[in-house]
């Protein structure tokens, strides 16, 4: 069996008698493992690739909860995180060929793809909202940065110009500059626009919270049968950030009318039934936004798919080595439904706005 003598270190109930790959993430290897007694549990292959320290961002997972599982204790109900299993030394990780993490696996759950209705995407902005409101008393100053400027799209950019330099010089990924070139143009056309959300982190004018920022749908686990809330998940990127991250990163995913990888782009639009679904959900969750970040709303989603537009074209550029990708030209795929997106939003700039007025003011 698959990585057998890795999840003999782990306190499982009873030994493991399967292990397969599972889900749909683009990071990390996941893995369902089985056990004798039929308990089941996720296994993980954390991304070396993306993330540099390991443990440290293992001690964020287990901080964060720590924290609202004892929140939620204090409250008389049950956690919607899910703590990591320890080892045999007490650790949550064991290092063999690369970082291993475990989690009881969620069972009766299901992670969407794509919202199936609109109770589903305002329950995963119900979700989102309220992790931000529930760690407003976590002590920020404690967490890692796991991913450093993560969300700093101005630093995505620069990113980008340098990836675009190293294409340059390599013969093998020079060709992809000139199949990317009308992304480029397009991308780097709204770069100087692009940094306003961080200008506005920078000088205060938006407050700092400790937020989720990877807040995409399949990130989130419904009950099966009732679709409510079980668990919030891959806590990986959990570091002090801007609200309008995880409103506008599962926005960009869940209203967008055709997956992140949808090769027609006559397929891909900007939903503004979804959006006004999901903005009232997160408004409601999300308690004491301030004016300025109810103002800022839209400008989550578009800032978001253009950051992960140029995210991907960099990956791309680079000979994908961060995104799991399933076929050569995946990356640049990825980034074409999220320029689509832009450009969507763009035309439908001040409907956003109506739309973010009549629900807030
Ligand atoms: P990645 O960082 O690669 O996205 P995730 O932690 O999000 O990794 O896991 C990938 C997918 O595996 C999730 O989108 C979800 O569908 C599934 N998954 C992860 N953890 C669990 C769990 N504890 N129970 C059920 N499904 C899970
Ligand atoms: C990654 O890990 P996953 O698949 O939930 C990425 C997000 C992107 C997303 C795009 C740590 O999310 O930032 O928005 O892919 N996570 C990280 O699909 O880079
Ligand atoms: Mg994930």
Redesign the pocket.
Known sequence: MKHGDILEMFLLDSPATDCRE???????S?FLVTTESGSRY?L?RVSEEAFKDVPALMENIEGVTDFLSAKAADEGTAPHV?APLKTRNGSTWVKKDGYFRV????EN?I?LEAPESDEDFRECARAFGTFISELAEYPAATLHETIPNFHNTPDRFRLLHEAMERAKANPELAPRLDEAADELKFALDREEEAGTLQKMRDDGTLPERVTHNDTKL??V?LNADTRKLM?V??L?TVMPGLSLYDYGDCLRFGASTAAEDEKDLSKVSFDLHMFRVFTEGFVEACENLTAEEKRMLPAGPKTLALELGVRFLTDYLDGDRYFLTKYPGHNLVRCRTQLKLVEDMESKWEKMNEIVKEITE
């Open positions: 599972f889900g749909n993430g683009n990071i990390n996941t996720i993980q899910l989690t009881p696996f969620a759950s992670s399949n990130n686990l668990y998940i891959d990986d």
